[in-house]
């Protein structure tokens, strides 16, 4: 069973990242149709734009600022979560592997010292896992702080699409 899970944490960052990439495209398309309405609509307001374009002008601005205000809470609140338990980690592997790695050194008969070698592969197959799982960190980092932007970005090629 411990092993399966070992496994499925190699694999979970790839799923993560190619979400984010998904997300990503997303937004993407979602800011191409929002930018190309909105330029056509400054360009045909000219110099003296109407009320409402101006409305819409100004919300441009403000969205912008308010999206990157609420992308950089929301990574900060994830690092803060996930920070202090990746650093705990990290220093528990890296005594793990220093402590597999003496007791190696220090092996007397061929058989302790098969036991010890098996027991350093372990921490290394742990300590790959570890990595694995800070991938998958800094790709659900980059999520949160792409979820306000999209949200903005898709919200308005909905609205503007409409018109």
């Known amino acids: 069973m411990k092993r399966n899970r070992t496994r499925h944490s190699f694999v979970n960052p790839f799923v993560i990242w190619a979400d984010l990439a998904l997300k990503t495209g997303e937004m993407m398309l979602a800011s191409a149709q929002v930018i190309g309405h909105r330029m056509g609509r400054m360009a045909a307001a000219g110099p003296k734009p109407n009320a409402h374009d101006r409305r819409e002008f100004t919300l441009m601005g403000q969205e912008k600022i308010e999206a990157a205000a609420e992308s950089v809470q929301a990574m900060t609140a994830q690092m803060?979560?996930?920070?202090?338990?990746?650093?705990?980690?990290?220093?528990?592997?890296?005594?793990s592997g220093a402590m597999?790695?003496?007791?190696?050194?220090?092996?007397?008969?061929?058989?302790?010292?098969?036991?010890?070698?098996?027991?350093?592969?372990?921490?290394?197959?742990?300590?790959?896992?570890?990595?694995?799982?800070?991938?998958?960190?800094?790709?659900?980092?980059a999520q949160r702080g792409l979820k306000p932007i999209s949200s903005r970005a898709t919200a308005n090629a909905k609205r503007l699409g409409k018109r």
């Open 80 to 95: 803060m979560r996930t920070g202090p338990q990746l650093g705990v980690k990290a220093v528990q592997q890296m005594l």
């Open 100 to 141: 597999a790695l003496t007791t190696l050194a220090t092996s007397r008969t061929p058989g302790q010292s098969m036991a010890r070698q098996a027991k350093l592969v372990r921490t290394m197959a742990q300590s790959a896992a570890m990595g694995s799982q800070l991938t998958g960190s800094v790709a659900r980092l």
